[in-house]
């Protein structure tokens, strides 16, 4: 499969703390995105990184790429309670494969 | 959600009966894709489209057809439909960027 894999599949921190999640995948990449899910919701897309960079932020996120290790990371820093959702990675090799994702929960 | 609906947003039906979802943009994208989402297994793409009348298999196609007649809309139908095509469907769009936008979701129950 050719499936991104989160880790880990549930984190729990207080708010203010900063979020770390990671996301494997096998084969090669034409980019990768990161999406957020609120419960009962459709996903959103959050951010797009591209196979030949190695970092990207986007308010206080944080994506980093690192295709030699095929993973990449998401950051939110500062965490506040409304950033309680799932997250997902999706590897794009002409398509979007999607795993599990990480659920989040952030206590105020 | 990005121009995008669902219809309809919950249904039960029984096993064996047809089912029609659709989805609806107003964003002129040209990619349009139905996903499922079902616990321990994440979204799985069943058929996607890259232009009217012009789509593809996904992931978990078998028991699904799909439809596209006009840009804006994409059906997809459950022919006979089963237990195990209890699920939350997804559809999502996306143009000539790589993100894609997601519509809200139907809940289908077949019991």
């Known amino acids: 499969s050719q499936q991104g894999e989160e880790d880990p599949q549930a984190l729990s921190i207080q708010e203010g703390e900063n979020a770390t999640m990671n996301c494997s995948y096998k084969?090669?990449?034409?980019?990768l995105q990161w999406y957020r899910q609120n419960s009962g919701r459709g996903l959103v897309h959050l951010i797009l990184?591209?196979?030949?960079?190695r970092e990207k932020h986007s308010g206080r996120l944080r994506v980093t790429l690192d295709t030699s290790k095929k993973s990449s990371s998401l950051l939110i820093t500062a965490s506040r309670a409304a950033d309680t959702a799932s997250y997902f990675c999706?590897?794009?090799?002409?398509?979007?494969?999607f795993g599990q994702g990480t659920t989040l929960q952030v206590k105020p | 959600d990005a121009g995008i609906t669902q219809s309809p947003r919950h249904k039960v039906t029984e096993t064996g009966t047809p089912v029609t979802l659709r989805c609806h943009q107003t964003?002129?994208?040209?990619?349009m894709y139905w996903y499922r989402q079902d616990p321990g297994h994440g979204l799985r793409l069943i058929h996607y489209?890259?232009?009217?009348?012009?789509?593809d298999k996904g992931e978990v196609s078998d028991g699904y057809s799909v439809s596209r007649s006009k840009t804006e809309d994409f059906l997809l139908t459950l022919e006979s439909a089963t237990s195990s095509q209890t699920s939350v469907y997804f559809c999502?769009?996306?143009?000539?960027?790589?993100?894609?936008?997601f519509g809200p979701g139907t809940r289908l129950t077949v019991t």
């Open positions: 999706a590897p794009n090799t002409g398509k979007l494969i």
């Open positions: 990184i591209r196979s030949n960079e």
């Open positions: 964003e002129n994208h040209r990619y």
């Open positions: 489209s890259y232009g009217v009348k012009d789509t």
């Open positions: 999502a769009i996306s143009g000539q960027g790589y993100e894609q936008y």
């Open positions: 084969t090669s990449i034409n980019n």
